[in-house]
């Protein structure tokens, strides 16, 4: 078996702490990052995850164990058949199905035990589950799907001639489609029977994944270095990637944000993709099938060399789950509103989401600071209390939670994302003498021991932290002094700075900047500024040499006194 495998393959705070109106803003939307690797023993292609119990399973394909990680920690290692090759969840059960490639079976694992080894046909290589409606189905090479319901095999769906390597569900229309390494070729099957056969090009397809949502399936082609995209009965596009090395070898997409994993085995690396876009390239060795929380949003990415990287974004700004970064503001009432973005430079229609926000002298929209994979909000009210606003996911908030005491003295707040580099947003803050201190976050609400990262900082009018301006996968700070001179400091990753550059002149005709993330959905970060009048611009980043030709998206904002 081995051998074939081998062959195949802030707001801006606009709040005056003195004379001058300061603020803050924010970290581009689509910034995930390697936060976590845990440890383990094996050839890890494939992993499984039970938000439930907190479970996390990982198989070793060139052995006969499937090792069971406990917050991170391994725990125990579960005896299955040879060469485990893919596992599926069913989160009603939380049973755990394993595909063994080399002993034709696949074995249903609770807890840590093996409650059931089934027999199939010819060499299964992946899995998925409808946990609507309990079925499970297995990808069976020459045999076609094979359709399991609790530990009983009840169908077997044929293949139509081809070696059918991977197979996704549909779990909003229960829709299952299946793979064909030998074809490229994708079976739609509905009710068991085959309804459309899709044929994509060449390129010998080792995965597939279905948004739910959407309805899009992703099909990488891997030697042809792109992703066929399906939609009904077709294929609506292809993502391509730059370098024809780089093939795209398992995919994986989460239905909530849309967000899409792509990892290339031969360059080490996970893609991470919005629309056509890629947004961010991680490095992970040798990696294998990308599992996605779909609570948390966290992306599990299993190695070939015994470890699984997990991918989080802390710096998330996307307050409605749907994948693209939104703007907050507050008015002359209190109320605040939340404006979420069509994610290519424009508006869905806005709404109130809270009042009573006018005593809070500092609002900053940093990123996920519990760790649910929800955007959050800090303020800190006139008291000098800092509250957490934890984000639900649909725009709204949970009850609020105070994380900080003494703020009043700070004379900005800035939220950069993970500045420091441990995978947990962070805040910086100016004090009155011009000192500005990083607060590392811990991931849970709270905060290190503080840091001084700089001094002189009272000679800006404006701080913001404004995402990954020069593409480096790190997050950067934007400042602008008291002549209009917009400076841009590149942060290290680790904490620290790099040399500082003039970025553009000339803004101090504008009464608030904030910094959304990708508001036009081209993968960079941009700018939103407001005016004299009222009129909101966008600015669009022109890679790493500045900005590109500014656009209006708004008008009437002066009734706003905080952007965020």
Do not use: C
């Not at 080792?206 to 995209?229: E, M, N």
């Not at 503001?329 to 926000?357: C, E, I, K, N």
């Not at 400076?487 to 970025?503: E, I, M, N, S, V």
Request: zero cysteines; a negative charge; aromatic letters at 8%.
């Amino acid at each position: 078996m081995h051998s074939f495998l081998a062959r195949v393959g802030s707001v801006v705070i606009l709040a005056l702490f003195s004379a001058v109106a300061l603020q803050s803003g924010n970290p581009a939307a689509a910034s995930p990052e390697v936060s976590d690797t845990y440890e383990g023993s094996g050839t890890f292609t494939s992993v499984a995850h039970d938000p439930a119990t907190g479970l996390l399973y990982a198989a070793d394909l060139n052995g006969d164990t499937v090792s069971v990680f406990r917050n991170g920690v391994l725990t125990t290692k579960v005896v299955v058949g040879q060469s485990p090759a893919a596992m599926a969840v069913d989160p009603r059960t939380h049973s755990v199905y394993v595909v063994n490639s080399a002993s034709d079976s696949v074995s249903v694992i609770n807890g840590t035990t093996v409650t059931a080894t089934i027999p199939v046909e010819y060499q299964p290589m992946d899995v998925a589950v409808d946990p609507a409606t309990g079925k499970v189905y297995v990808a069976n090479g020459l045999t076609g799907v094979t359709v399991i319901e609790g530990t009983r095999v009840t169908a077997t769906i044929p293949s139509d001639g081809g070696y059918i390597w991977s197979v996704a569900v549909d779990t909003s229309t229960h829709t299952v489609y299946a793979a064909n390494y030998s074809n490229s070729k994708v079976s739609v099957i509905n009710n068991g029977v085959v309804t459309q056969t899709i044929t994509t090009k060449s390129g010998g397809p080792l995965s597939i994944a279905v948004d739910s949502t959407t309805h899009d399936v992703y099909v990488p082609r891997v030697f042809a270095g792109t992703i066929s995209v399906i939609n009904g009965v077709k294929v609506v596009r292809t993502i391509e990637f730059e370098q024809y090395m780089d093939f795209p070898r398992y995919v994986a997409v989460d239905s909530t944000t849309h967000a899409l994993y792509v990892t290339h085995i031969g360059v080490n690396t996970v893609s991470v993709i919005h629309g056509s876009a890629t947004t961010q390239t991680l490095y992970v060795t040798e990696p294998g099938t990308p599992e996605i929380d779909s609570a948390t949003h966290a992306v599990y990415v299993p190695s070939r060399k015994g470890s699984v990287s997990v991918i989080r974004d802390p710096s998330n700004r996307d307050f409605t789950s749907d994948g693209r970064t939104d703007v907050l503001a507050t008015d002359a009432s209190g109320a605040l509103w939340l404006y979420p973005t069509s994610g290519a430079g424009g508006w869905l229609p806005p709404g109130r989401v809270d009042q009573g926000w006018n005593s809070m002298t500092s609002i900053v929209a940093g990123g996920d600071f519990n760790s649910d994979g929800h955007a959050d909000v800090l303020a800190s009210d006139g008291g000098g209390a800092l509250w957490l606003y934890p984000g639900n996911g649909a725009g709204g908030w949970l009850s609020r939670v105070q994380v900080g005491q003494g703020w009043q003295s700070l004379t900005a707040l800035v939220g950069p994302g993970d500045f420091n580099g441990d995978g947990f947003p962070d805040i910086l803050a100016r004090d009155q003498v011009g000192a500005l201190w990083l607060y590392p976050g811990n991931g849970a609400t709270g905060w290190l021991a503080r840091v001084q990262v700089g001094q002189g900082w009272n000679v800006m009018t404006t701080i913001l932290g404004g995402g990954d301006f020069t593409e480096d996968g790190k997050p950067d700070v934007l400042a602008r002094d008291a002549h209009g001179v917009l400076w841009l400091y590149p942060g290290d990753g680790a904490g620290g700075w790099y040399p500082p550059a003039q970025t553009g002149q000339g803004w101090n005709v504008m009464t608030a900047i904030i910094a959304p993330g990708d508001f036009n959905g081209d993968g960079r970060a941009d700018l939103l500024a407001r005016d004299t009048a009222g009129i909101l611009w966008l600015y669009p980043r022109a890679s790493t040499s500045g900005w590109m030709p500014r656009v209006q998206v708004g008008q009437g904002w002066n009734v706003m006194n905080a952007l965020v």
